[in-house]
């Protein structure tokens, strides 16, 4: 298993909306790098082949996403945000205790997202529970070796 330090990078640029009209937007993109420094020259690299025109990266923040479960649907186009809270106990009290985790799950609507995020939990030993399941942001995501070569944008 990948030890992955997620940053999430905004893009500010301006998009040529339907009306044939320019709107300035900022972009969420999530992007694995080693630090700060990385991160924003990761999202510089993944973002200059599909932004016409200049563009600048506004903010760059940790972000504390434990796991990573990708779609291969091509309608997969959202990222959801899992809260997930393992069930452990105490050996010395004899109580339980639950430990929270961030992942996010790629799917095209919060009902295949819980069943993709139930799908890539399936080989877990631990006991958890979905405390929440919400949609982000997140234009696309970019781990650590992997180009992606058509971003949403």
């Not at 760059?60 to 990222?79: K, M, P």
């Not at 009290?93 to 295949?112: F, H, N, W, Y």
């Amino acid at each position: 298993m990948a030890l992955h330090t997620w940053f999430e990078c905004k893009i500010q640029y301006e998009k040529t909306i339907e009306n044939g009209m320019t709107k300035k937007v900022t972009e969420p993109y999530l992007v694995d790098a080693l630090s700060f420094t990385e991160a924003e020259a990761r999202i510089i690299e993944e973002m200059t082949p599909f932004i016409t025109g200049e563009f600048s990266v506004t903010d760059i923040r940790r972000a504390n996403y434990t796991e990573l479960f990708n779609s291969d649907d091509a309608a997969a186009d959202r990222w959801f945000k899992a809260k997930l809270q393992f069930i452990t106990l105490d050996e010395k009290t004899g109580k339980e205790k639950k430990t929270s985790s961030m992942v996010l799950v790629q799917a095209p609507d919060l009902r295949i997202a819980l069943k993709n995020l139930d799908e890539g939990m399936k080989g877990t030993m631990a006991d958890y529970v979905i405390a929440s399941l919400q949609e982000t942001p997140l234009m696309d995501v970019y781990p650590f070796g992997e180009k992606n070569d058509k971003p949403e944008v």
